[in-house]
């Protein structure tokens, strides 16, 4: 009996769990198309394909007045700032600047709100282009090669003179 108590000292149970399904997202975009949506947004503004129409001083004086006491404008202060803003949160993306991960997800979509709410009020000129254009321009560029080869062979062989077949003497 000994012996069977030893062996069943050996015997390990183990739980098997079933592991949860996850809930299914209703969420219209994914993080990595929002990720996306901010690269082609930055991308897009980095080569000048659109335009930016920040706030302006005399815009934001419209909301905070100026007194006739200040020297100064603060709006401009105000102005510049939110470009400052918008380039810090770009050098956080690029990893241009020193950041933890927390960080660089919470710049990508404090960009991806401006780039809401600069289309909802009509502040961006141009067109966003997507990052994978210059694939398909390439895809085209080859496909367009390829056509290019194919009509010159067979423009080749139906204007290419056919050698006369020489003639039988009739007996």
Avoid: C
């Avoid at 007045?65 to 404008?73: H, K, V, W, Y």
């Avoid at 997800?105 to 994978?132: C, P, T, Y």
């Amino acid at each position: 009996m000994s012996k069977n108590n030893a062996d069943d000292k050996k015997i390990i149970s183990v739980r098997i769990r079933k592991p949860e399904p996850k809930p299914e997202s209703s969420l219209l975009y994914s993080e990595k198309d929002i990720r996306r949506f901010v690269s082609e947004f930055v991308s897009s503004w980095i080569r000048g394909d659109i335009i930016i129409r920040f706030p302006t001083a005399a815009e934001l004086a419209k909301k905070t007045p100026l007194s006739i006491a200040f020297p100064t404008d603060p709006s401009v202060n105000a102005e510049l700032k939110i470009k400052e803003h918008y380039v810090d949160l770009l050098s956080v993306i690029a990893g241009t600047k020193p950041s933890t991960a927390e960080e660089q997800q919470r710049a990508i979509d404090e960009v991806f709100k401006m780039l809401l709410m600069f289309r909802s009020a009509n502040r961006i000129e141009g067109k966003i282009i997507s990052n994978d254009l210059e694939k398909r321009i390439q895809d085209l560029e080859k496909t367009t090669a390829n056509q290019t080869k194919l009509v010159e062979q067979i423009t080749a062989f139906l204007f290419t003179p056919k050698k006369p077949k020489p003639n039988k003497p009739a007996s």
